[in-house]
């Protein structure tokens, strides 16, 4: 199995930018399609993004498209979500998962590993 484990989260006005990381180690990662999801109190779980085992197809949810931007790093066994434009909605416990599925999802239930998750608050 890989294990996960996010990083770059804080506090950050609106209007500003953080970078998230998630480090994989374990299984061979460039096996993995990725994903971001987020939870904030109260709420369910819900899809940011996500990215294939190449890095060639990548799906974001409506409400971050054009201010998030996810990437892979294969040989670094690594993705990052950079988000710019951050607005108060998405204050939320960040996630990446991982998935071996055939085809990269958008569905939490189909990811088989989950990091941690790091905060991300947004002051308005």
């Known amino acids: 199995q890989v294990q996960l484990v996010e990083s770059g989260g804080g506090l950050v006005q609106a209007g500003g930018s953080l970078r998230l990381s998630c480090a994989a180690s374990g299984r061979t990662f460039s096996n993995y399609n990725m994903g971001w999801f987020r939870q904030a109190p109260g709420k369910e779980r819900e899809f940011v993004a996500a990215i294939s085992r190449s890095g060639r197809t990548i799906f974001y949810t409506d409400s971050v498209k054009g201010r998030f931007t996810v990437s892979r790093d294969n040989a670094k066994n690594t993705i990052v979500l950079q988000m710019n434009s951050l607005k108060p909605e998405d204050t939320a416990v960040y996630y990446c998962?991982?998935?071996?599925?055939?085809?990269?999802?958008?569905?939490?239930?189909?990811?088989?590993?989950w990091g941690q998750g790091t905060q991300v608050t947004v002051s308005s």
């Open positions: 998962a991982g998935d071996t599925g055939a085809m990269v999802q958008m569905r939490a239930v189909t990811y088989d590993y």
